[in-house]
């Protein structure tokens, strides 16, 4: 059994959870509230020049060039090509970037950039790949669960799907599992149920970022 397969087994359950949070569901069928994926989307535009400085801290510890060569690329894919399309969708609404210099983080947008930016910061190469998995893999697997649905009536849920569904992020998730793979190899136990843990958490946190976009949450002081 690869390590990305003894992976999916632990993660399984909670993206199931995910699938049918009424946000993703909402999505596919375009009966979400366009004020919730608006908070979602300026959310996540927060989030991921946050994940962007944590891809480029791996990339950093990188000890294999080909390694260092490729998630220096995702950091730079992440914040001109995934950025680009969260920008259009702000810019649907009128805002801008000045606009996103003004906005505060939610709760669940510290608590998610906080945990991966601290291991970016003080943990080896695989912990940091792991911190960063569940958020490259499980937007993969939702947006294939989504595209496989009818065509959703909302335009804007459409480039989403399309974008997380789609052949080229397919193949930047794909990328990173062969790496997750490779230096599985070499772990020990302990290190392999480190990796686990941050895998585990994070994927919460996914699930957590879903809610807060279908809540609308913003800090309660």
């Not at 335009?155 to 974008?163: A, F």
Request: net charge negative; proline share 4%; charged share 20%.
């Amino acid at each position: 059994m690869n390590f990305t397969d003894e992976l999916w087994l632990k993660l399984e359950p909670i993206f199931q959870r995910i699938i049918v949070h009424p946000f993703v569901t909402g999505l596919a069928d375009g009966s979400l509230d366009e004020a919730a994926f608006r908070h979602y989307v300026i959310q996540d535009a927060l989030y991921l020049k946050e994940f962007g400085r944590a891809l480029a801290l791996l990339a950093g510890q990188a000890e294999s060039s080909q390694d260092l060569l490729l998630f220096a690329e995702h950091a730079r894919m992440n914040t001109f090509v995934e950025l680009s399309v969260l920008h259009l969708f702000l810019s649907h609404w009128g805002l801008d970037a000045d606009f996103l210099a003004t906005v505060e983080p939610a709760p669940a947008c510290v608590l998610y950039t906080s945990y991966f930016l601290k291991v970016a910061h003080s943990r080896p190469f695989h912990e940091i790949l792991g911190a960063l998995l569940s958020c490259y893999w499980l937007y993969w697997k939702v947006g294939q669960v989504l595209l496989a649905k009818p065509k959703s009536y909302n335009p804007l849920y459409c480039k989403w799907i399309e974008t997380y569904g789609g052949e080229a992020y397919a193949r930047m998730v794909e990328e990173v599992l062969v790496v997750v793979n490779r230096i599985g190899e070499n772990l020990s136990l302990a290190e392999r149920e480190r990796v686990v843990g941050h895998v585990l958490i994070t994927a919460k946190m996914e699930y957590c970022f879903w809610d807060m976009g279908y809540q609308q949450a913003v800090w309660p002081l």
